[in-house]
């Protein structure tokens, strides 16, 4: 079994910056791809942005220029670097991985979410 736990999430005023971090454990074989995605209230989940370990990052066009995706991968962990948050920005946001364990079972693993307020 694999885990994904976020955190950095919070409240912050329009303008402002968050780092939130995903780490993931367990029965690790491989790490093929970790993301992020966003569900406000009353919305669908949508992506924020994604990346296969060792390529470049892909976004959301709403987010793009403001956000980063980066990762150490000798931790398991990705990170997303918002800056300049606005009120729309607010959400749940997840961590999602695409891993293979030690079973030779690829599978998709969500993290719990972490809530990111942006208000004055």
């Known amino acids: 079994q694999v885990q994904l736990v976020e955190s950095g999430g919070g409240l912050v005023q329009p303008g402002g910056s968050l780092r939130l971090s995903c780490a993931a454990s367990g029965s690790i074989f491989r790490i093929h791809v970790m993301g992020w995605y966003r569900q406000a209230a009353g919305k669908q989940r949508e992506l924020v942005g994604v990346?296969?370990?060792?390529?470049?990052?892909n976004y959301a066009d709403s987010v793009t220029g403001r956000f980063t995706i980066s990762s150490d991968n000798a931790k398991n962990t990705v990170y997303l670097q918002m800056n300049s948050l606005s009120p729309e920005d607010t959400a749940v946001y997840y961590c999602?991985?695409?891993?293979?364990?030690?079973?030779?079972?690829?599978?998709?693993?969500w993290g719990q979410g972490t809530q990111v307020t942006v208000s004055s």
């Open positions: 990346m296969s370990i060792g390529g470049i990052p």
């Open positions: 999602n991985a695409v891993v293979t364990d030690y079973s030779a079972t690829r599978k998709y693993y």
